[in-house]
């Protein structure tokens, strides 16, 4: 993403492969999550490729890390705790998943893909 936020136009799967020293077929599958996601959209055809959805300073990391690493914020599972136990589980979720889950979710969303762009070097913030 911080490759498409710096450079303008399309580019394709093969190009950010390349920069990143991934295979394409890996760069295929983000971009596929991406894209469900609404975050970067596609053009076909030789000037093709993909390209940010919409402007770098608009997209934060939380919505990137959730279409690309979902299992980051999937829910608790109940009944972690066995059935003698589910008031320690009820405030386990309310006095500490819950808090962590919203700070968390707090944090990443005020982070946005242009903070990430206008500080990246060759080797840093690659998400």
Do not use: C, R
Request: aromatic residues 8%; proline residues 2%; hydrophobic residues 40%.
């Amino acid at each position: 993403m911080t490759i498409l936020a710096q450079k303008n136009g399309y580019h394709t799967a093969e190009y950010v492969s390349n920069q990143l020293g991934v295979s394409k077929i890996y760069m295929e599958q983000v971009f596929a999550m991406l894209k469900k996601a609404g975050l970067i959209s596609s053009q076909k055809g030789s000037s093709g490729g993909y390209i940010l959805s919409d402007k770098h300073e608009n997209i934060t990391i939380y919505q990137i890390l959730k279409a690309t690493e979902s299992s980051l914020f999937e829910p608790t599972q109940s009944n972690i705790a066995g059935e003698n136990f589910k008031n320690i589980e009820s405030i386990l979720v309310q006095k500490v998943w819950q808090p962590i889950d919203s700070t968390l979710e707090k944090l990443l969303s005020s982070i946005t893909l242009e903070d990430l762009a206008t500080n990246a070097t060759d080797d840093m913030f690659f998400i």
